[in-house]
């Protein structure tokens, strides 16, 4: 019921807004593709509009997958494809290689319901759910390795923990060195860093491979999309995966 009520407000929500379409009435949110202003989502194929500004989005295999503090809803094509209830508030949600949301008080995927994993981040791969937090790496409900870590990725066969100043690769348990003040961070075949000089590009073995300068306040990489960019000001940069300008 919680889910058909959410949706009912967040219509309500939509109706209520004025028929000319306030596309910066919130702070912008970039995806691998794109950039949601407001509650409109622009790609290089068009533009439509989301039933109101979204808590989180990111984009994968199944398409676009947009939050909300109690709905996790995926649209294909500019259209609603699925909606499921949340059994918590939800923080953020992770879309590659596997979605999973992370909640206030945990983790949740249709497949396994709620976890009660105290996770920092979080990543879904066919080898399980990956996460991290001040105390280590985990699968699952298993430590996999001890340290404070703030973000988690999948990079080549295994996933990549982030803390500051080092990095670990598992299950090859080899350590690398990255800078401290990075601020987002994502996997596309290498890793994407953003610091506050710009977007670094890291192989599995942490040699850097590549540099965009700028100011940006967050990133997104995939395969399909290459790198996407926001500005202070909230507008996209799309790069290809050499960090090259892709327009």
């Known amino acids: 019921m919680r ?9 309500a929500l939509a109706g209520c807004a004025p028929q000319t379409a306030q596309r910066g009435e919130s702070a912008a949110l970039v995806f691998p593709g794109g950039v949601v202003q407001g509650r409109w989502v622009e790609t290089a194929g068009g533009s ?20 909300y503090p109690y709905v996790w809803q995926r649209y294909q094509g500019g259209e609603l494809a699925a909606s499921y ?8 949600i992770r879309a590659r290689p596997e979605p999973v949301v992370l909640l206030e008080d945990g983790l949740y995927t249709p497949e396994s319901g709620w976890r009660a994993f105290p996770a920092r981040d979080a990543v879904r791969t066919a080898q399980g759910t990956f996460w991290v937090n001040d105390e280590g790496l985990w699968r699952g409900p298993d430590r996999l390795r001890d340290g404070d870590f703030e973000r988690v990725v999948a990079l080549g066969r295994g996933v990549l923990a982030l803390g500051r100043g080092r990095a670990l690769l598992w299950p090859a348990e080899r350590e690398l060195e990255l800078p401290e003040d990075w601020t987002a961070a994502d996997a596309a075949g290498d ?7 710009g977007v670094h590009r890291y192989d599995p073995e942490g040699y850097e491979l590549g540099f965009y300068a700028g100011a940006f306040r967050d990133l ?5 999309a290459g790198v996407w960019l926001l500005t202070p000001e909230g507008e996209p940069v799309h790069l290809t995966l050499e960090l090259e300008e892709a327009w």
């Open 3 to 11: 889910s058909l009520a959410a949706l009912l407000m967040l219509a």
């Open 48 to 67: 439509f509009p989301l039933p109101a500004p979204p808590l989180d989005v990111d984009a994968g295999e199944g398409g676009l997958e947009v939050l």
């Open 85 to 92: 209830d949340l059994p918590a508030r939800a923080r953020t």
């Open 191 to 197: 890793l994407y860093l953003l610091t506050p000089a």
């Open 220 to 224: 997104a990489a995939s395969r399909r």
